[in-house]
């Protein structure tokens, strides 16, 4: 998870007379897919006319970084293919399948397909929503408070124990982008990176309306890419509709390692929805969003979110600000020494 993106992680095995003789996944962005992968892998390439390929995803039919897999599939005359799900990729969609069925394999499609489907949320909510794939994740003490009335010093007031902040770091070197406001930067100076956990950092979405962040803060180092939201101001006046979001309105400047893209934060489209139109531009299809409570509730209040991934500690504040209020599907329920996680999904 967090190497192929934006391709799906797909996994493919290939059987010969009832035993599994290769097996493949998707290979780090840019090189092999998961049938290419599973297919260098049989020794004896005679035996693929007499084999039944085993895929989650249906087989490419276009070039990307790399050649169709449907093509390499009908050249080494595989007779039989299994497919979990259609592509809903565009430029897939079925073309793949068409392609096999032209060159007479016999194929199978919906085989697991609910289990094939969830493997791919990500790759499905991107194409069919046309936004991230939006995990929502937040820490709360055990009487309901994610953070406390006051701090002395602009760094995270700790909830949850290592080893669950360990965990935050492993999702987010699986998904493809972070997001969090404006005070969460200025309160806590977030790095927004894995540093705890062997993986990429993901892109850092930092919503600052009125530009109040400078280069003396974290999310700004070179340690990552990032893309800030900002509104209409004096520094920099309304951009083009058709730009909003999308195009750069401030040039990268020596010292911010950032893009600048506009929205209209008084328009009657919600924030949340804006936001992630923009995302969709920007290729980006799984975000984390880790706060602050506004900004988590603004994702709540629009139904724009598809898990909620939520720890509560041992401690209490008395008082501070309050855990965003959300009704979801009850997924999972796990302990961390002393901390508990609960997993939700949107109903």
């Known amino acids: ?23 493949g996944y998707t290979s780090a962005y840019g090189g092999n897919h998961a049938e290419v992968n599973a297919i260098n892998a049989v020794k004896d390439k005679s035996l693929l006319r007499k084999s039944t390929l085993y895929v989650t995803l249906e087989p490419c039919s276009h070039f990307g970084k790399t050649p169709p897999c449907s093509d390499l599939i009908v050249k080494h005359n595989i007779p039989n293919v299994v497919i979990g799900c259609i592509d809903d990729n565009p430029e897939v969609a079925g073309k793949g399948i068409a392609k096999l069925k032209a060159s ?13 489907k969830t493997l791919h949320k990500r790759f499905f909510t991107f194409y069919n929503k046309k936004r991230p794939y939006i995990i929502l994740k937040w820490a709360e003490t055990r009487d309901g408070f994610i953070a406390p009335v006051a701090k002395d010093e602009k760094k995270p007031v700790w909830i949850t124990n290592t080893y669950s902040r360990q965990l935050v770091h492993k ?13 969460t930067v200025i309160e806590d100076n977030p790095s927004l990176t894995t540093r705890d956990w062997t993986g990429e950092n993901p892109i850092r979405v930092v919503l600052d309306r009125n530009l109040k962040l400078d280069k003396s803060y974290s999310v700004f180092n070179d340690e990552a890419e990032n893309i800030i939201f900002h509104g209409e101001n004096d520094l920099f006046p309304k951009v083009d509709e ?7 309105s401030r040039p990268l400047q020596r010292g911010y390692n950032a893009a600048y893209a506009q929205i209209d934060w008084n328009s009657k489209t919600s924030i949340a929805k804006q936001i992630c139109d923009a995302l969709f531009k920007f290729q980006i299809n799984s975000i ?5 409570a506004k900004t988590l509730q603004t994702f709540i209040d629009e139904e724009l979110w598809d898990e909620a ?20 599907k009850f997924i999972s329920e796990s302990k961390i020494k002393n901390d508990l996680l609960k997993i939700y999904a949107k109903d």
């Open 309 to 328: 991934r939520v720890f509560t500690g041992t401690v209490e504040f008395k008082d501070g600000t309050k855990a965003p209020e959300f009704k979801g």
């Open 242 to 248: 058709n730009q909003k979001g999308w195009a750069i």
């Open 171 to 183: 999702w987010r070197a699986e998904e493809q982008a972070v997001l969090v406001g404006t005070n």
């Open 288 to 292: 984390i969003i880790e706060g602050g």
């Open 1 to 23: 998870m967090g190497t192929t993106r934006p391709n799906p992680m797909v996994g493919a095995v290939i059987v010969y007379n009832n035993s599994i003789i290769s097996e």
């Open 104 to 116: 007479g394999c016999q194929v199978t499609v919906g085989v697991l397909e609910k289990e094939c």
